[in-house]
């Protein structure tokens, strides 16, 4: 799955982070099929893209000649609250640290609009999405039982505030 260094580079080169629109979507659900094992259907992304406090962003990087979508994050911001929905790398272009600076690119949009917490559920069993979240300053608060219906597996329950008292977290 890995790239070589020259194409890294030249990859790393190029990023740009974007609104998503409906254009993107055969290339966001081809990566969505690569990183789930329970993908989003097109309509739930269609949702996203249409309901009034949904945001979608995606990265965008040059590979193989081409301006590709490389990765994707969808939330919700409410009042003073963020959600985080959905996030995905594709797989060959994980570990670069593209997944942290579409985060971290999120979560400076949300501080700017005047959020003040951010939360998530994520599977227990996903170590790599719960060091990133940790990475940015979610902690873990509580567990959500039988949380995912493809397997009942646990969700872990992750909070962050945003903004100057980053890094604390919400309640519990
Ligand atoms: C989770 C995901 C978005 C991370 O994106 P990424 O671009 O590969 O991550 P980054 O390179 O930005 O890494 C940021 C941090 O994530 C963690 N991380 C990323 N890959 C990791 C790995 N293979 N093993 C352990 N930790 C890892 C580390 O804390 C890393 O920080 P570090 O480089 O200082 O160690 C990506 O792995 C992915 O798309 N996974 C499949 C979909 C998914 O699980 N999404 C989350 C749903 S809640």
């Known amino acids: 799955m890995g790239i070589d260094a020259l194409e890294v580079a030249s990859l790393l080169s190029q990023i740009e982070i974007l609104p998503m629109s409906m254009v993107n979507l055969p290339e966001v659900m081809d990566i969505e099929r690569l990183c789930f094992p329970s993908p989003w259907s097109k309509s739930s992304f269609e949702e996203v893209l249409t309901r009034e406090y949904s945001h979608a962003y ?43 600076n579409l985060l971290q690119y999120s979560l400076n949009l949300a501080e700017k609009r005047g959020i003040h917490w951010a939360t998530l559920e994520v599977r227990k069993s996903n170590y790599v999405a719960i060091s990133l979240y940790k990475k940015v300053g979610f902690k873990p608060v509580r567990i959500r039982h039988n949380y995912y219906l493809d397997n009942r597996e646990d969700a872990v329950v992750m909070e962050k505030i945003i903004g100057k008292k980053g890094g604390d977290t919400h309640g519990s």
Request: hydrophobic content about 45%.
């Open 58 to 100: 995606v990265i965008k990087g040059m590979h193989q000649g081409k301006y590709r979508v490389i990765g994707y994050i969808c939330f919700w911001m409410f009042l003073d609250e963020m959600h985080i929905l959905n996030l995905a790398i594709h797989p060959k272009f994980q570990r670069q640290g593209l997944g942290y």
